[in-house]
Structures are given as C-alpha cells and as structure tokens.
C-alpha cells in the first residue's frame, strides 16, 4: 500500500519561504507521478504542484513563487515555496497516482501551512 507523508508546514510571515517534503514509501515511485494539492478553509482543493510528461507544472496563483522537485534516491518529493503570501495558507496535500490514470488515487494526511500579515 502507497503512504505518503508529508513534513515542512508552518507558521511564516508574508514574503518568507517554506519547504515542504514528501516521502513516498509502500511501492516503487517510478510507477507513479506525485503532485502537491492544497486546501484553504471553507474552499476546494486546488491543484498546486506536479508533473506532467516529465515537465513541471504549476497552479496560477503559484507560478513564478513555488518549486516542485523530487530525489529518487530517497522517494522524496519537494515543493519550495517562496514569496509566501497569506492567501497561500491552507492544509498542503501530497498526491500520488498511477502513471496511467488520470486521478490522484493516494493522499498524505496533510501539513498545515500558515502565511501571516
């Protein structure tokens, strides 16, 4: 069974920076494309972060601000976010799928972000 746990969420100021990891662990993680999601309160869950043929991609709002990589060696996924703003705070997901299905059928239990004024 794929179990993702996600670390590095915190409390940091408007304009600071946060990195957050993801460790992969259960099967082997070339079979499967990770992602970052996120969830503010009383909103949907937003894409964030994640791959697709090989290439980054990135939500609207985080363009430019938040970096997606990943070490193989060690199963672990980053999402390095800079230029935080508060709009930024929410619960931050990590997301696994199949490399052949469209859906993220794996989720990590969360790591709470919070960007202050």
């Known amino acids: 069974q794929v179990q993702l746990v996600e670390s590095g969420g915190g409390l940091v100021q408007a304009g600071g920076s946060l990195r957050l990891s993801c460790v992969f662990s259960g099967r082997t993680s070339s079979g499967y494309v990770r992602a970052w999601f996120r969830q503010a309160p009383g909103k949907e869950r937003e894409f964030v972060a994640g791959?697709?043929?090989?290439?980054?991609i990135y939500g609207d709002s985080v363009k430019g601000r938040f970096i997606i990589s990943k070490n193989n060696a060690n199963n672990t996924v980053f999402l390095q976010m800079n230029s935080l703003k508060p709009e930024d705070t929410g619960v931050y997901y990590c997301?696994?799928?199949?490399?052949?299905?469209?859906?993220?059928?794996?989720w990590g239990q969360g790591t709470q972000v919070t960007v202050s004024s």
């Open positions: 997301a696994a799928r199949d490399v052949w299905k469209s859906t993220y059928n794996f």
């Open positions: 791959w697709r043929d090989g290439t980054p």
